[in-house]
């Protein structure tokens, strides 16, 4: 089997010698790879995170850098579409993602899903993150076709895609998505493995409150008729306004109150 890695990284460059390390042992106790690449799609860092990899001499390392800063949905797809391997594993580069979890990935792919989740055990973050995530997943469940879905997307941090699911993603050139929606809207033979989602090794986290509204924001517009049915409700709404307002504007010209000429204007 040959996999390709995937990590998408924003100065992350404390952490990237480590989790490609700990990726290779991982990838070579699994037994069923016999080749490998590890593409690091630097997300035009400010640090030397893509000096660093440059500077790798590990085989099958590789660096791309996108030329602005577009999020790592943007960054996953950039390396998914430069991956080679048979299948892809898309995983974080701030060592959250526990590495441990590759064989069992790998097990799920030999068993013919073309889509493999890794989700974590249980969420280990602040009240008001925990809030707004059980939040976030709920509406989207409700608002999207994902009500028969069986992946708890909750709790989904990394994934491994066959190359069928890579080269269908790579399919699709709509820009402003969610990843995440688009794998699951696109269907295919899906599972998972649970495991325990480590501390971040070093470095502060990149998602931020609004980087989080902003994959939401992407996530409705691109997966649900929700933006489609409020501007229709609007429309209908400001046209009996306009409706309303136009037979006011009658009577209240007939009753002797306009100036001529000024209803008929309006109207």
């Not at 797809?77 to 898309?90: P, Q, S, W």
């Not at 969610?178 to 649970?194: A, I, P, R």
Request: glycine share 8%.
């Amino acid at each position: 089997m040959f996999l390709s890695v995937v990590i998408p990284a924003f100065n992350e460059n404390e952490n990237l010698r480590d989790i490609i390390g700990e990726i290779k042992h991982n990838i070579a106790a699994s037994g069923n790879i016999t080749q490998h690449e590890i593409i690091v799609v630097d997300d035009h860092s400010s640090d030397d995170s893509f000096d660093t990899i440059q500077r790798m001499t590990l085989p099958g390392v590789k660096c791309i850098r996108l030329s602005r800063r577009s999020g790592s949905h943007v960054a996953l797809r950039a390396g998914i579409r430069a991956a080679k391997g048979d299948a892809v594993l898309c995983i974080s580069a701030d060592g959250q993602d526990h590495p441990e979890a590759i064989g069992r990935m790998v097990a799920g792919y030999k068993a013919g899903n073309d889509i493999i989740w890794a989700l974590r055990k249980k969420r280990q973050e602040g009240f008001s993150a925990m809030l707004f995530a059980n939040f976030f997943y709920n509406i989207l469940k409700s608002v999207t076709d994902q009500e028969e879905n069986t992946i708890d997307l909750n709790r989904a941090d990394f994934f491994m895609l066959s190359h069928k699911a890579a080269d269908a993603v790579n399919a699709c050139n709509e820009r402003n998505t969610s990843l995440f929606g688009l794998l699951v809207w696109l269907g295919f033979k899906q599972d998972f493995t649970e495991y325990d989602r480590r501390p971040r090794k070093k470095g502060s986290s990149k998602w931020s409150f609004r980087s989080k509204m902003h994959l939401a924001k992407d996530w409705i517009i691109a997966f649900s008729g929700i933006p489609l049915k409020i501007m229709t409700y609007a429309g209908f709404t400001i046209a009996l306004c306009g409706f309303l307002y136009a037979l006011f504007i009658i009577l209240y010209s007939l009753m002797g109150y306009a100036r001529p000429g000024w209803a008929e204007t309006v109207i």
